[in-house]
C-alpha cells in the first residue's frame, strides 16, 4: 500500500505561483496513475490533473489548463503540480492521489490518497 504526503502549500498573491510536491513511500510510484484534487470549503473535491504511470501523458480539468502542470519523479517517487497564475478561485485543499486502475478524472477512481495542503490566494 502506497501513503501520499502533500507538501508546498501556503498563501499567495493573485498572480503568483506555487508548487505543491506529492512525495510516497510504502511502494514505488511507477505502477500508479497520480492525480491532483481540490475542495474549497462547502464544495465537492473536484479533479485538478492526472499524469499517467510513465509522465508521458496527462490531463488537466479546464479551469486551470495552461496555468498548472503535473509532472512526476519517478526516480524520486514524487509527483508535482506547478501551479502559475493563480487565482482566488485556487484556494482550496490540495490532495494527490494513486490509481492502480488507470487514469481517471473521477475521486472513486483513486484508492490512496494523501492529507492535503491548503493553497490560499489572496485577491
Known amino acids: 500500500q502506497v501513503q501520499l504526503v502533500e507538501s508546498g502549500g501556503g498563501l499567495v498573491q493573485a498572480g503568483g505561483s506555487l508548487r505543491l510536491s506529492c512525495a510516497a513511500s510504502?511502494?514505488?510510484?511507477?505502477?500508479?496513475?497520480m492525480g491532483w484534487f481540490r475542495q474549497a470549503p462547502g464544495k465537492e473535491r473536484e479533479f485538478v490533473a492526472f499524469?499517467?504511470?510513465?509522465?508521458?501523458?496527462?490531463y488537466y480539468a479546464d479551469s486551470v489548463k495552461g496555468r498548472f502542470a503535473i509532472s512526476r519523479d519517478n526516480a524520486k517517487n514524487t509527483v508535482y503540480l506547478q501551479m502559475n497564475s493563480l487565482k482566488p478561485e485556487d484556494t482550496a485543499g490540495y490532495y494527490c492521489?494513486?490509481?492502480?486502475?488507470?487514469?481517471?478524472?473521477?475521486?472513486?477512481?483513486?484508492?490512496?490518497w494523501g492529507q492535503g495542503t491548503q493553497v490560499t490566494v489572496s485577491s
Open positions: 510504502g511502494r514505488t510510484l511507477n505502477s500508479y496513475t
Open positions: 499524469i499517467i504511470r510513465t509522465g508521458a501523458g496527462s
Open positions: 492521489a494513486a490509481s492502480l486502475d488507470g487514469p481517471s478524472t473521477q475521486a472513486r477512481g483513486y484508492a490512496y
